[in-house]
C-alpha cells in the first residue's frame, strides 16, 4: 500500500490525528515539539502521548530545534531523518541504473543522489549488497536474458542492454547463463538433459542434469507439469536417457528427501549472480534441523544491510534441498516464503527436526496470517 502524501499532514489538526494513532506514515511529514518537556519527536514515537495544548508542529527538525526544543533520545529524529534521506537516495540511484541506457559514472550518480562518490559506493553497497557497478552489470544481464528469449541476436541483445561492447558482456556471460548467450538463446540447443519425476516424502519432485551437474530440483504437482517446466525453460535442449550415474545422483536425492541426515554429495550446475552464488553457498553449510534467517546469512557473507536482497536469491534458487533455501526464515521466527509453498517448507522442515508436530507447525496454527 503506497504512503499518503504529505499533503495529508497539512493542518495541525490532521497532524495531531496522526500522532495519536502513531502514524509510521507521517514520520517522514512532521515532528511535534512538547512544552512541557522542550523535546520534539517523530509521530509513531513510543513516548506517551502528551497534551494537545502542550503540541507544537514542526515541518523539520531544524525548525523544532530554532523553536528551542531538543530530539528525543527514544526515537532519534535527527537519526531517523537522515536515514530515510539516505534510503531514499539509494533507491532513486537504483531507479536511475534501472532506466539509463548508458552506463553512468559512479561519481556522477553520487552527484545525482547528493552524496559524496567514496560515502554513495559504500552506502550503496551495504544496503543493497552489491557495488552500483555491479547492480548496473546484473540489470543488463537481466535485459540479455529477456532479449535473447526474444529471439533477438546476441549482438541486438548485448547493445540494446547498454554494454558498450560485446567482449564486456562475454566476461560474465557463461558464469550467469550457465551456458553460451548463443546457446542460452536457441533455448538451450545442443545442452545435453537428462531428468526423472518421483514421488518423494515432499511430493512430486523433478531432478534434472546436464554434464556438469544438477541443474533442477523442483517440487510440484505432478511429473507432467514438471516436466512441461523443464521443457519451458530448456525448449531445444537434447533431452537423453538416463544412465547410470545419473540415476545415482536421482537415488541420492530422494535418499536424502526421506531421510535428511543423509548427506548430499553431488555436482551442482549452478546459474546465478555472483551475489547469488555467495548466497547460496553459505545456505549450503546450513545443517539438517536446523535453521538461519535472512539476517544471519546476510552478516555471514559480509552483507548485513542485504537481508532483502538475501531473500530474493533464495526466491531465485532453482536447486531444491541440495541449496537448501528453506533452512532460512524470518528473524522474528515466521516460515518466510518459499518458491514451492509454505506448507512444503514446514514439512521439510518438522522432517528434518525428526518431529511429528514442530513448533513450525504450532506456529502456523496459532498465527494464520504467517507471511509467505
Keep these: 500500500m503506497k504512503s499518503p502524501p504529505d499533503s495529508v499532514y497539512e493542518t495541525d489538526r490532521a497532524r495531531w490525528q496522526a500522532l ?18 522542550f523535546i520534539y519527536c517523530r509521530p509513531a514515537c513510543a513516548s506517551r502521548l502528551p497534551k494537545y495544548e502542550n503540541v507544537r508542529f514542526f515541518d523539520t ?17 535527527t537519526s531517523a531523518v537522515e536515514h530515510d534521506r539516505l534510503s531514499a537516495a539509494i533507491i532513486k540511484a537504483c531507479h536511475i ?6 552506463h553512468v559514472l559512479l561519481k556522477n550518480l553520487a552527484n545525482e543522489v547528493g552524496l559524496s562518490p567514496f560515502h554513495f559506493q559504500r552506502l550503496f553497497k551495504k544496503n543493497v549488497g552489491i557495488t552500483p557497478k555491479q547492480y548496473a552489470m ?6 540479455v536474458r529477456s532479449g535473447l528469449q526474444k529471439e533477438a541476436t546476441v549482438t541486438e ?4 542492454a547498454g554494454f ?6 562475454y566476461e560474465n556471460a557463461e558464469a550467469v547463463l550457465g551456458m553460451k548467450p548463443s546457446e542460452y538463446r536457441q533455448g538451450a540447443a545442443g545442452i545435453d538433459i537428462r531428468f526423472a519425476a518421483e514421488k518423494s ?12 551437474g544438477i541443474c533442477a530440483i523442483e517440487f510440484g504437482d505432478g511429473p507432467d507439469i514438471l516436466e512441461g517446466r523443464l521443457r519451458e525453460r530448456f525448449s531445444k535442449a537434447r533431452i537423453l536417457d538416463n544412465d547410470d550415474v545419473f540415476k545415482k545422483w536421482v537415488k541420492q536425492i530422494l535418499a536424502h528427501l526421506e531421510n535428511p541426515q543423509r548427506s548430499l554429495n553431488l555436482p551442482l550446475d549452478i546459474q546465478g549472480t555472483a551475489f547469488q552464488h555467495l548466497v547460496w553457498t553459505a545456505l549450503r553449510e546450513i545443517p539438517p534441523g536446523s535453521t538461519a534467517s535472512y539476517t544471519d546469512i546476510a552478516a555471514k557473507i559480509g552483507h548485513p544491510k542485504a537481508a532483502r536482497a538475501v531473500a530474493q536469491a533464495c526466491a531465485s534458487n532453482k536447486i531444491a534441498v541440495a541449496i537448501p533455501c528453506h533452512r532460512v526464515v524470518r528473524r522474528n521466527g ?14 521439510i522442515l518438522e522432517r528434518e527436526a525428526g518431529l511429528k508436530k514442530s513448533s513450525f507447525h504450532k506456529q502456523i496454527e496459532s498465527d494464520p496470517k504467517i507471511e509467505t
Design 157 to 160: 541483445a548485448i547493445y540494446e
Design 164 to 169: 558498450g561492447s560485446s567482449s564486456r558482456f
Design 138 to 143: 546484473e540489470m543488463r544481464l537481466k535485459q
Design 97 to 102: 541504473i534501472e532506466s539509463r541506457e548508458e
Design 201 to 212: 516424502p515432499s511430493g512430486w519432485v523433478l531432478i534434472a542434469a546436464t554434464e556438469k
Design 61 to 77: 527538525c531544524k525548525k523544532a530545534e530554532r523553536a528551542g526544543f531538543r530530539p528525543c533520545k527514544r526515537c532519534q529524529p
Design 20 to 37: 495519536v494513532r502513531r502514524d509510521l506514515n507521517a514520520n517522514t511529514a512532521f515532528v511535534y515539539g512538547v512544552l512541557t518537556t
Design 334 to 347: 515466521r516460515l518466510g516464503g518459499y518458491r514451492w509453498g509454505t506448507e512444503r517448507k514446514r514439512a
